[in-house]
């Protein structure tokens, strides 16, 4: 199984393997395969993936709640003329995934833990509403090319893109390849890529996400 995948165990059953699926986690994994662009079809085959890690089948509850939230999602971003994206959903899922969670006594080594990945303009007001948004959108589909299943979102208040992404051994490598290739755009100003490590609780990882340092 991927690290990307295995990021969502502990938070789809955080009581365990024999719990109940958090269906509000469920929507938002959901939601965030619409937003990334990942069609039905990724969603439910991943979904089987961590329904046979647990060892049962992929309950019909489960299928029904997750395609009804990728087609909310979906549908509610391709109506959009302009590509505007929910941000709100965004930064929900972002700050949730980065809190950090109490899953060693369930699942030991196979949950990973998420890090934080900022990639920032400083100042960032310099450049027009229209040219910063077209570099956060630029940024917004770097991360996502460069971290599959990450959460990603983008802060045109703060100037920058932050996104949840899985603490897999080959994170370091992704981060400056995702570097290297922001470097490549003619961005008015290059952007800084930074990571951090995922906040210890809800307030904090609030109070980071919304602040600009």
């Known amino acids: 199984m991927s690290p990307e995948l295995r990021t969502h165990l502990p938070l789809l059953w955080p009581d365990g393997p024999s719990g109940r699926v958090d269906v509000t986690a469920l929507q938002a994994l959901s939601q965030e395969y ?6 039905i079809e990724d969603l439910l085959a991943d979904l089987d993936d961590l329904c046979a890690v647990i060892g049962i089948g992929t309950p019909s509850s489960v299928i029904e709640a997750s395609s009804s939230a990728w087609a909310d999602a979906f549908l509610g971003t391709v109506a959009v003329s302009d590509g505007t994206r929910d941000e709100v959903a ?14 060693p006594s369930h699942w030991g080594d196979l949950a990973l833990d998420d890090r934080l990945l900022i990639v920032a303009w400083d100042p960032p007001t310099t ?18 090319s460069f971290f599959r299943g990450a959460a ?5 208040s703060l100037g920058r893109v932050v996104a949840a992404v899985s603490d897999a051994p080959d994170l370091v490598k992704r981060t400056a390849a995702l570097e290297a290739a922001c470097s490549e755009f003619a961005f008015s100003i290059q ?16 109070d ?3 602040r600009a340092s």
């Open 34 to 39: 619409a937003r990334s662009g990942r069609d």
């Open 127 to 144: 450049a027009p509403d229209d040219v910063l948004t077209r570099d956060l959108d630029q940024v917004v589909g770097l991360v996502r």
């Open 152 to 156: 990603v979102a983008a802060q045109p």
């Open 191 to 206: 952007p800084a890529v930074t990571l951090r490590a995922a906040p210890p609780d809800a307030a904090a990882a609030a």
């Open 208 to 210: 980071l996400l919304r």
């Open 90 to 103: 965004a930064m929900a899922e972002v700050e949730r995934r980065i809190v950090r969670r109490d899953a």
